[in-house]
């Protein structure tokens, strides 16, 4: 592996930004760093839609740690709203 390679950044994750904070919060109790980055925003939309998607990031190095965080983080939240249709990760 590159040297590099372990410091790129992968996203793990993408929704909005309660849920991108939370999941976060999640990935910093297990000491893995993590950015958030809005994707993108339309500011003329008076509803709440996902185009204000914000995605997480983490590094090479965590990246099968924080998908498995991820991946768990997504059953619970299907598990508490299980007619939410809007739960893509």
């Known amino acids: 592996m590159d040297t590099n390679d372990e410091f790129s950044t992968f996203e793990v994750y993408d929704g909005t930004a309660w849920e991108v904070?939370?999941?976060?919060?999640?990935l910093d109790d297990n000491e893995i760093e993590s950015i958030m980055r809005e994707a993108s925003s339309a500011s003329w939309n008076m509803f709440p839609v996902r185009s204000g998607t914000?995605?997480?990031f983490v590094?090479?190095?965590?990246?099968?740690?924080?998908k498995a965080l991820?991946?768990?983080?997504t059953a619970?939240?299907?598990k508490e709203n299980p007619d939410d249709l809007d739960n893509e990760s």
């Not at 590094?59 to 924080?66: M, N, Q, V």
């Not at 991820?70 to 983080?73: A, L, R």
């Open 21 to 26: 904070g939370l999941l976060k919060s999640i």
């Open 54 to 56: 914000v995605k997480l």
């Open 59 to 66: 590094a090479h190095k965590d990246f099968e740690r924080a």
């Open 70 to 73: 991820v991946n768990e983080f």
């Open 76 to 78: 619970n939240m299907q």
